[in-house]
Structures are given as C-alpha cells and as structure tokens.
C-alpha cells in the first residue's frame, strides 16, 4: 500500500475506536505484558487464592489510572474534540470468556502503522524495526499464555510463559545467533515478515527469590521488543544495535524492600536453546531507588561471546527521574566492547526522554539520542549517529493507542552514508502506528 493511501486510514479507523463499544479504563499506556518488575507480570487481575495458597489474602493490582480520574479540558461546558473515553478496565479475551479468575493469563496485542522519509526511499535506512519506508506494514500480531509467580513474600509458587509474534518485528526478535535452521531462526515468510518465540520460560518462585529457565527477554536496555512497553514507535539506536533482545539461560530475581537484584547465566545474546557459537556470560544488575523521585537501575552482560567475538563485557545505566507529577525524564547510557582476536570493538550511546502525561488519554514526548560505533560492525557504518523524535501517544479507549511521531536523523563518520540508499547523511521520517490489546 503506497504512502498516499496508507495516509489516509487513521480517520477511518479512529472514527471507529471513539465509537466502539470497548471497555474504558487506566492511563493511557496499557499494562506492561513483558517488564522485568514481578508486580508488572501480575498487574491487571485479582489475585485469587486458590492460584497462590501460599498467600493470607487476596489482593488487587491497581489498574494504573486511580491519580488520574479526570481529562483536563474535558469538564462541563467544555467542547472536546477528542472526548476522554480511555478510563475504565480494557476489553480483554480474558474477560469476554469470564475467566478472569483462572490462575492462566492469555491475550495479546495487534499493532500495524507505517513509516516513511522524505527521500521518498522504500527503505528508511538504520531506523531500527522500521527499516521499511513507504509502506503500510502489519507490525506485530502477538500472543501470550502464562501463569504468573506470586508469592507475597511468603511461601513458593511456580509458573511459566510462552510469547508468539508474527509481523514484520518478527524477523528482529528471532534467535538470530543461533544455527541457521534452530528454534525459531529460520520461521521467515515471504517479504519482510515472519514470526518468533521471543520467550519460553519456566519460573519457581520462593518468598522474594524468583527464578527463570528458559527463553526470555532481556534487563537491559529501558526500550522492549513489545510495542506496548515503548512510547515511540522506532527504536533508538542503542535498542536497536547496541543490545540484546533475548536470552536463553538461567535469571534469579531477589526483591528486598524495594530494590531489585538480578543474576545468572545465559548463552550470550538472542539465541535459541542450542549454544551454537559456544556463548558463556553473566546476566546480573539491580534497580533501586535514590529518592521519592529518582529510580537508578544497572545491568550488564559479561564473559565468553563465542567462537566468533570472543570477550564481551556490555553495560546499561537508567535513571528515571520524575520531575513533576506529570513530567518524567530517563537518561540512559550503554556501553560495550567485545575482542575478537586482535580486534576489539566499542559501542556506545546516550539516550534522553522526556515524557509528559497531558492526562489520562494523551502524553507528550522527546527523544535525543547519540550513538557511537567504532568499526561498524554492529550492522552500522563506523562513526556517529544522532537522532532528535518527538510524538504523542492517543490512547481514545482502554486497550487502543495511536501513535504518530516525527523523527530526525543526521551521521558524522568516514563510512558510507546510511539514508536515501547511500545518498544522503541526514534525513526526515515518520509514520504513525495503532495498537489494540486484547
């Protein structure tokens, strides 16, 4: 579907969602399916005591909007354009089935949108999962089934998780560093789509110690793979190049009172459960609070990156600052080498955002970043890479969110130019994608 037309389908559709007959809910970001807190896995249900007996009580998870009940400019006598639908409990599979109270959770998300540049290119260069431009593209259809770990502090439990994706993200979140033809490496389909397993997991859980085996997604980074775990639309450099997607090994989580530590053994990056290059690293970081409004959070991945790369040592250090009640900024910084030989490779970058909740239905937010690769061996040319997005989340009902964005790229290096297929160091994009959970 060319640009001209593709364009022309948000009215259609938001005409739709401000119409439908959804459930209303929360915030307007929805609940986060796949973030590495343990209370963000349970959020969205009651707890039922006959799924964790190792609990006194029931409890349950706040859906996310109870601070913010009201749309400003939407009182009496005001005229809204865009009228606050979006409070409420979102429409679920879960919940149209009445079985809400099962100790399984299912669902899911569909995500389709597009992203174009100026050049008119039909490909928008570097701009991590959205490489291709002028087109209408179905992102991600995603499924997951799981049983949540919850033991109050108290006694054990056990669970698991398994996520499907199928789309043009899914060729990005394949165990791509695994044999050719193992786990979910070679699940392509025709074109720029395909699907993956991003996650295969086991979980026991006693008292505040988790544990994971399996398949699952990384700690580090503050960008997801999920499109319901991210404000904007593209990626920024260092998610996109600079850091895992997945892990396949052994991950311990320890809460204490309310810090977060984490540690254990992987096969290196994005890999399948085969350990075809011979990865051996350490996956560990905590997260803790500085203050009422500061959360600092670090991770790294260390140790034998196979046959291939030898050596890696990889860092990311977040700090989510909340400067107002409704103004939130996170600095991120990665950095990381790995030696191959006589070779030794360095990568890394800052991210900045700024995030501002207008109210329960829209946010505003701004992306700067700056990346850095030595050598160009991380699928980028040699040299420095700046990129400037802006956008606003929509969110017209509990589980559907529209988000447009405009994003501005420019490079600094000697290697070839990345955009307008090798004509150009700059460029102009956007697009626009619509998200609906269920």
Not at 362 to 373: Q, S
Request: charged share 15%.
């Amino acid at each position: 579907m060319r640009l001209v037309q593709w364009f022309s389908l948000p009215a259609a559709i938001l005409a739709y969602c401000c119409t439908g007959a959804l459930g209303e809910s929360g915030s307007y970001l929805p609940v986060s399916y796949a973030a590495p807190e343990p209370a963000a896995a349970a959020s969205g249900r009651a707890v039922d005591d006959e799924c964790y007996p190792a609990r006194t009580g029931g409890s349950t998870c706040d859906g996310g909007c109870s601070s913010l009940n009201a749309c400003s400019g939407c009182g009496s006598g005001s005229v809204c354009l865009f009228p606050c639908r979006c409070t409420g409990d979102p429409w679920t599979l879960q919940s149209y089935l009445n079985d809400e109270s099962s100790c399984y959770r299912y669902g899911g998300w569909v995500s389709a949108g597009g992203y174009v540049n100026a050049h008119g290119a039909d490909n928008n260069g570097p701009i991590g999962f959205r490489e291709v431009g002028d087109e209408f593209t179905v992102d991600q259809v995603w499924g997951f089934f799981e049983r949540t770990t919850n033991t109050g502090g108290y006694g054990w439990d056990w669970g698991f998780r398994t996520d499907f994706v199928f789309g043009v993200d899914g060729p990005d979140t394949q165990a791509f560093f695994s044999h050719p033809d193992a786990y979910d490496n070679s699940w392509d389909a025709s074109g720029y789509y395909g699907s993956a397993l991003p996650q295969l997991y086991a979980e026991l859980a006693v008292n505040n110690l988790s544990v994971k085996m399996g398949h699952f997604f990384t700690i580090l980074g503050y960008e997801r793979v999920p499109v319901i775990d991210n404000f904007f639309y593209s990626h920024s450099y260092c998610h996109a190049f600079g850091e895992p997607y997945t892990h396949t090994g052994v991950l311990a989580e320890y809460s204490w009172n309310d810090m977060t530590f984490w540690g254990g053994w992987t096969q290196g990056w994005n890999t399948g459960f085969d350990n075809y290059l011979g990865m051996n690293t350490f996956l560990g970081g905590i997260r803790a609070p500085l203050t009422d409004a500061i959360t600092l959070t670090w991770a790294l991945n260390a140790g034998d990156f196979g046959v291939r790369d030898g050596d890696i040592y990889m860092q990311s250090v977040i700090a989510d600052v909340m400067l107002t009640k409704k103004l939130t900024y996170v600095f991120q910084t990665d950095w990381g080498g790995n030696s191959g030989g006589a070779v030794v490779d360095q990568w890394y970058g800052i991210n900045n955002y700024l995030l501002y909740t207008i109210n329960p239905c829209w946010a505003a937010g701004l992306r700067f970043e700056w990346y850095h690769d030595d050598d160009g061996t991380h699928q980028l040319e040699a040299g420095d890479y700046y990129a400037v997005t802006c956008g606003v989340n929509w969110k017209p009902r509990p589980n559907v969110r529209f988000r447009p964005e405009l994003r501005y790229d420019w490079y600094d290096g000697a290697g070839a130019l990345p955009f307008d297929v090798g004509q150009e160091d700059e460029q102009l994009s956007g697009g626009f994608d619509l998200i609906v959970t269920f």
